[in-house]
């Protein structure tokens, strides 16, 4: 008997990928991923960075024995205007470095930001936010000392060159006064329910019936004034206040 014989034979077995072939192809897709990766991680650090520059600083960067906020925080400060933030940098127990005017010294912002029409005023109070060294190439220039930029109490920033700040205590700083119409609802709350503080600003409610400017009585400008020495007094005593939120 004859044998069968099948057409067309047996199907060959498929042929091995070139291991080199296949790492080329793979290459490709894993850099881009490792690229995306890292974008994606440079861009979270970033924006962690921003979001740290808008929290209000309770430690400082110790820089030539004074105490400053972060920077990026300062930036962000002296381009606007946040009396209540000034309030919770000044209170009693925060480690930023204060200095004081060795004279009158009209205020200027070098940073673009909101500046006081009020002058500073010989031993006012400021706190020191940054120091400006200046690019003399390297050349001992006679005169050429720098400066500050510095907070006043009304939440306002000024510039100020090196010899119109000193370190050394007055026997009795000065302050600029604190806008108290600008404050945040729950800031003057807190005064208010300070018994001392509260009274004074109920007076000075009767007496000037609100008025912050213009022709007003002698009695308005003196309890005025009185209402000025006790928000100070309350702050750097340490009264209770809200902690202000993220800088925008």
Known sequence: MGSLVACGGATPPPSEPDPADAEAAATPAATSGGEAAEEGDGKKEEDAAADASKQVPTTCEQREKMCLPPAAFVKRLCGGFYPDVALNLFAK??????????????????????????????????????????????????????????????????????????????????????????????????????????????????????ATMGAVSAKCEKVDKQMGAALIEYVRGGGALPAPGPLP
């Open 93 to 210: 127990g925060t480690p930023f470095t204060r200095g004081y005017l060795t004279r009158d010294t009209e205020a200027w912002n070098a940073s673009g930001g909101s500046s006081s029409n009020d002058k500073l005023l010989f031993d006012e109070e400021v706190l020191i936010l940054y120091q400006r060294v200046p690019d003399t190439g390297g050349m001992v220039v006679s005169g050429a000392g720098g400066g500050y930029d510095v907070l006043r109490w009304d939440g306002t920033c000024a510039s100020l060159m090196t010899e119109e700040v000193r370190l050394h205590v007055p026997p009795k700083p000065k302050f600029a006064p604190i806008p108290w119409k600008s404050l945040d609802q729950k800031t003057r709350d807190a005064f208010q329910a300070d018994e001392k503080v509260g009274k004074v600003v109920t007076e000075r409610r009767k007496e000037c019936k609100g």
